[in-house]
């Protein structure tokens, strides 16, 4: 295959892939939020003990 196959075959798996990535998303928009919610807390919480910890 030449070289502008592989570019049209990348470009029409990546437009697939984004528009299965974005319905899935909006499918999903709760859990995703409550997983962002959750690794801020631990990077909090890592952050917090580092500063802590120096003496």
């Known amino acids: 295959m ?3 196959g592989y570019t049209v075959l990348g470009w029409v ?3 697939v892939a984004s528009r ?3 319905r899935k998303i909006a499918q999903n ?3 995703i939020g ?3 919610v959750v690794l801020l807390v631990l990077v909090g ?3 917090a003990a580092k500063a802590g910890g120096d003496d």
């Open 34 to 36: 409550a997983a962002g």
């Open 45 to 47: 919480g890592v952050v």
């Open 13 to 15: 798996v990546w437009q």
């Open 20 to 22: 299965v990535a974005k």
């Open 2 to 4: 030449s070289s502008k």
């Open 29 to 31: 928009r709760v859990k």
